[in-house]
Structure formats: C-alpha cells, structure tokens
C-alpha cells in the first residue's frame, strides 16, 4: 500500500512545487510524508474547497485544529489551508482530476 501512496502522492507533490499560486505544506518527496497534503494559496483554504467540490474533488478546508504549526510555517490559521488526502483505493485517474481541477481554480 506505502508504495502505491508515494506513486499516487508524487506528481500532487511535483505540481504543488512548479505553481506560484500555491505552496505546499511539509516535504516536497512522497517517501518522506505521509498520504495527506496540505496547501496554503492566496485563496482561503474554506473557499478551495467549496470550489473544488463541483468539480467532482472531496477536500477539506480551514486551519484543522493546527493553529500554531500553520503559524509556524507563516499561514494566517484564520486563512487556514486545503487538505487533500490519498488512500489505498485512490487511482491515478483521480489524482490527475484534482490537478486539473486546482488549475482551474487557482
């Protein structure tokens, strides 16, 4: 199962890196983290999520009862983040649907 998470984490990981318009929480290589991401963009993380819920992507939105590490690493709490995660029955398909669908939102 690990192995399937780091397969299907990378390529979230790789595009979160490459955008100007989004910063990824944490470490940019799937082997070193576990199977959630967490991203801070200019939008808040309550409005990505409401946005991204048409588009066929369950994800979550707010600062998640981690008030100080989002502060820590200069999120406002209040602005909060967007928090996707990944499990032993998600495809590639659907992370390649969530990509496309941050792009059209971001």
């Not at 199977?35 to 979550?60: K, N, Y």
């Not at 995660?85 to 659907?94: G, L």
């Amino acid at each position: 199962m690990r192995a399937h998470e780091v397969k299907l984490l990378q390529p979230l990981l790789d595009y979160a890196k490459a955008k100007n318009s989004v910063r990824l929480l944490g470490p940019d290589q799937a082997k070193a983290r576990a199977p959630t991401v967490a991203l801070a963009s200019q939008i808040a993380g309550e409005d990505l999520a409401r946005w991204l819920a048409p588009l066929g992507i369950m994800a979550g939105g707010g600062d998640f009862y981690a008030v100080r590490a989002l502060a820590a690493q200069g999120v406002d709490p209040s602005h909060g983040g967007l928090r996707v995660s990944f499990t032993h029955y998600t495809s590639e398909e659907e992370v390649t649907k969530l990509i496309e669908a941050l792009d059209q939102v971001l």
